[in-house]
């Protein structure tokens, strides 16, 4: 079964080319390493509500080895050269997802998280966004609420989102490990990260105050509310 | 006067009577058999004591709270909202189930005897050596996805010893296998000191292995 991808333009990795030598007649074969994208704002803009010692090891440690190790994996394999989102999709293997998939996903996740946040990040949206979530969760603070709940009620490891189909319609929902809504078929337009590794140097076990500040700190809601807008297309 | 006094007595084991609407008493939070710092430098006092009294005890109280729940639900014939704490349940009693475990798997470092005996022989016999072990039971919990435990299980059935992780806090008994050593590793297990390296987190934690009360868990399982 084909699922269709939603590419977010600002969520494609850069690809690096490392180019083989010739030997002898044989054409030179490129492949394209996936490489480890910055978040769009310097490693301490975010404090004092992430600080910058969670965003060296969240990003430097943690994001950096899922692309090592995602590149390792596939180096040598059909998978090399393909795009993130191909590799993503093709390990998802239709629901029984191949060890390349925990690093792909993960790699994919990550990049979408930071580039969800902003410092002086929070507030509300605006203009249709707005309208939408009143909409569909009957007030901005009842669809707070419940995307704080779904954070809260993911257990051990995972992620938190909103996600909008085609007609605009907005839905919640939570995924384990490095599960993302893109191979369910759906198309997220904000995620939060519960892991543990995602607040534990900040608030350790106080998840609950990690995602209010997340939610009134850190949403970038211009990227969402483009998000939401090219889900649409 | 004797009977006025036995009516009083009766009186009181009566309002002494435990709630019929709840079977299964109140779960407690056990302390540990060592002070939070007895563990260092292998594990940190700031870790133990974040994981005993914020995570474990977390999960007593989720679990009493869903107990009780559940409970309320039997009493009123809910059997769907029986089945919607069933997740609850599993959560919350497993993370009590296997912290509860892991408490008793520590000793502090000054303590710390290597196997001997019937545990020792069958390490060897499966293993080839107490490294050995280590190596592959480390290999196998390293690996382990997002949230969950490394465990060495006896097999009641082959009277073997078993290497196999557990997601998030699924108890091992539901695979019918004895837990005998379990090993945490949820990042809250060892974040603070080990950060995003957990293969040094497993290597030290073998220092503070209370192999004395493996063998005991193994002695139990084989009566």
């Known amino acids: ?233 | 006067m004797l009977a006025r006094g036995l009516l009083a007595s009766a009186r009181e084991n009566f309002n002494a009577l435990p709630r019929m609407s709840r079977l299964l008493s109140t779960v407690k939070l056990p302390d540990l058999p060592y002070d939070y710092g007895a563990l260092e430098p292998y594990i940190s006092g700031q870790i133990m004591e974040l994981h005993h009294s914020k995570h474990h005890a977390a999960y007593v109280a989720n679990l009493n709270k869903a107990l009780e729940q559940q409970a309320e639900a039997e009493a009123k014939g809910d059997v769907s909202k029986i089945i919607t704490l069933q997740g609850a349940i599993k959560f919350n009693g497993g993370g009590h189930i296997n912290h509860d475990i892991f408490w008793t798997n520590l000793v502090p470092p000054k303590d710390f005897e290597p196997p001997t005996g019937e545990l020792e022989a069958l390490i060897k016999a499966q293993w080839k050596s107490l490294d050995n072990f280590i190596s592959t039971f480390n290999a196998q919990t390293a690996a382990v996805q997002g949230s969950g435990w490394g465990w060495l299980g006896y097999n009641k059935g082959t009277g073997r010893l078993e290497i196999i992780a557990m997601p998030n806090q699924d108890p091992l008994s539901i695979t019918g296998l004895v837990p005998l050593l379990g090993v945490d590793v949820w990042e809250h297990a060892y974040y603070l000191q080990y950060k995003n390296v957990r293969p040094d987190y497993l290597k030290a934690i073998w220092n503070v292995v209370n192999w004395k009360n493996v063998a005991d868990r193994l002695a139990a399982a084989k009566k």
Do not use: C
């Not at chain 1, 492949?31 to 965003?55: C, F, G, I, N, R």
């Not at chain 1, 709940?149 to 007609?167: E, P, R, Y």
């Open chain 1, 1 to 233: 079964m084909a699922l269709s991808m939603k590419i977010q333009a600002s969520s494609l990795i850069a690809g690096q080319r490392r180019v083989r030598p010739m030997t002898g007649r044989r054409a030179v074969v490129i492949k394209a390493a996936l490489e480890l994208k910055a978040p769009p704002y310097a490693l301490d803009a975010l404090e004092p509500h992430m600080s910058k010692q969670t965003l060296e090891f969240h990003w430097g440690k943690h994001h950096r080895a899922y692309v090592d190790n995602m590149n390792k994996q596939i180096a040598g394999t059909p998978l090399d050269g393909k795009s993130l989102e191909e590799v993503v999709l093709a390990s998802w293997n239709g629901g029984s997802p191949t060890p390349v998939f925990n690093n792909a996903a993960q790699v994919w996740n990550h990049t979408f998280f930071w580039e969800s946040m902003k410092p002086n990040g929070g507030g509300a949206p605006t203009g249709k966004l707005a309208e939408a979530i009143v909409r569909d969760f009957g007030s901005f603070e009842k669809f707070k609420e419940e995307f704080k709940s779904a954070g809260l009620t993911q257990f051990g490891s995972g992620w938190a989102w909103l996600n909008a189909d085609k007609s605009g319609q907005l839905s919640l929902s939570k995924t384990p490990n490095a599960v993302t809504p893109v191979v369910e078929g759906k198309t997220p337009i904000l995620t939060v990260d519960v892991w543990e590794h995602a607040y534990y140097i900040d608030v350790q076990n106080r998840r609950p105050d990690y995602l209010t500040t997340f939610i009134e700190k850190l949403i970038n809601w211009d990227v969402v509310a483009e998000r939401y807008a090219a889900a649409q297309k």
